[in-house]
C-alpha cells in the first residue's frame, strides 16, 4: 500500500507564504507525476500545479508567478511555495501522484486546510 501524508497547511494572512509538503511513503517503485490540487467550499475539485518526473511544471493560470512546485525525488516528496497568498487561495489542498507499485496507480492525500485572512 501508498500513502500520501501532507504538511504545512495552516493560516496566513494575505500576503504571507505557505509551504506544502507530500511524501509518499510505502510499496513505491516508481513515481510518475506529482501534483496539487485544491477545494474550497461549494466549488470543484481544481488542478493547481503539476510536475513530471523529469521535473516538468504547469500551474493553473490565477497562481502563476504566485507558487511554484518542485519534488526531491530521493525523497519521494512534492513540495508546493505558496507566496502572495490571497483569500481566493483558501481551500484544502490535496496531494496527487500516480505511482508504481505492482501496478500503475492514482493515489490522494488526505488533504490539509489553508487558510487566508484579509
Known amino acids: 500500500q501508498v500513502q500520501l501524508v501532507e504538511s504545512g497547511g495552516g493560516l496566513v494572512q494575505a500576503g504571507g507564504s505557505l509551504r506544502l509538503s507530500c511524501a509518499a511513503s510505502g510499496n513505491v517503485v516508481r513515481i510518475d507525476s506529482m501534483g496539487w490540487y485544491r477545494q474550497a467550499p461549494g466549488r470543484q475539485r481544481e488542478l493547481v500545479a503539476r510536475?513530471?518526473?523529469?521535473?516538468?511544471?504547469n500551474y493553473v493560470d490565477s497562481v502563476k508567478g504566485r507558487f511554484t512546485i518542485s519534488r526531491d525525488n530521493a525523497k519521494n516528496t512534492v513540495y508546493l511555495q505558496m507566496n502572495s497568498l490571497k483569500p481566493e487561495d483558501a481551500a484544502v489542498y490535496y496531494c496527487?501522484?500516480?505511482?508504481?507499485?505492482?501496478?500503475?496507480?492514482?493515489?490522494w492525500g488526505q488533504g490539509t486546510q489553508v487558510t487566508v485572512s484579509s
Open positions: 496527487n501522484a500516480y505511482i508504481r507499485t505492482t501496478n500503475w496507480n492514482n493515489y
Open positions: 510536475i513530471t518526473s523529469g521535473g516538468s511544471t
